[in-house]
């Protein structure tokens, strides 16, 4: 199944299976490319945010117009920082970024239990390395790839350039079907 890409100088349609890596400025404006990602072609969407807290993402998404009702957000920050948090059928938890079993299962249920197209957005693997460490993140990043490949699911992955070292970057260039990098001033090149 081939996903509609509405990203500037990109495929216009990309297919199931497909991870794209969105490197940019950890200053970079993403919202815009992230929301257009996901609210395009998509029957359900999955929100991974290691960076901001899911009332966060829904205010982002409701800004941008992303259909809620149709979109399951992965909170890994309130529990460590000891937010309330109420938990429903859009909204799940685990303990930290660095639950790194933790979101590949709640991202294998996601998928398991939806259908159509399907896409996910994680913000960001810099976060989950930060918590963590580079290895540990890119073999969860990994493990997602394989789920979305599995699942005929496409899915967008942020990274903050210049936190990484250059190799590690590259690194997790490889992992990736398609590379989308965005400079402070807000140019888009693409690779795939």
């Known amino acids: ?46 929100v991974i945010s290691t960076r901001t807290t899911a009332r966060e993402v829904q205010q982002k998404l409701e800004y941008y117009g992303v259909d809620r009702d149709t979109t399951t957000i992965l909170d890994t920050l309130s529990v460590e920082r000891g937010y309330s948090r109420r938990s429903s059928d859009s909204v799940y938890y685990v303990s930290s970024p660095d639950d790194l079993a933790g979101i590949v299962r709640k991202t294998r249920e996601f998928l398991e239990s939806h259908e159509g197209k399907l896409r996910i957005s994680l913000d960001s693997i810099t976060e989950m390395a930060y918590y963590a460490d580079d290895q540990r993140a890119m073999g969860a990043v990994e493990d997602i790839l394989l789920l979305l490949d599995e699942h005929d699911a496409v899915g967008l992955f942020h ?34």
């Open 1 to 46: 199944m081939d996903y509609e890409l509405a990203v500037e100088n990109a495929p216009d349609t990309i297919p199931g299976g497909t991870g794209v890596l969105l490197i940019h400025p950890s200053t970079g404006e993403t919202d815009r490319i992230d929301t257009e990602f996901l609210k395009t072609d998509t029957d359900y969407r999955l």
């Open 159 to 192: 990274l903050a350039e210049e936190v990484h070292d250059p190799d590690v970057v590259d690194q997790y260039r490889e992992l990736f079907d398609g590379v989308i990098e965005l400079t402070e001033g807000g140019t888009i090149t693409v690779d795939f």
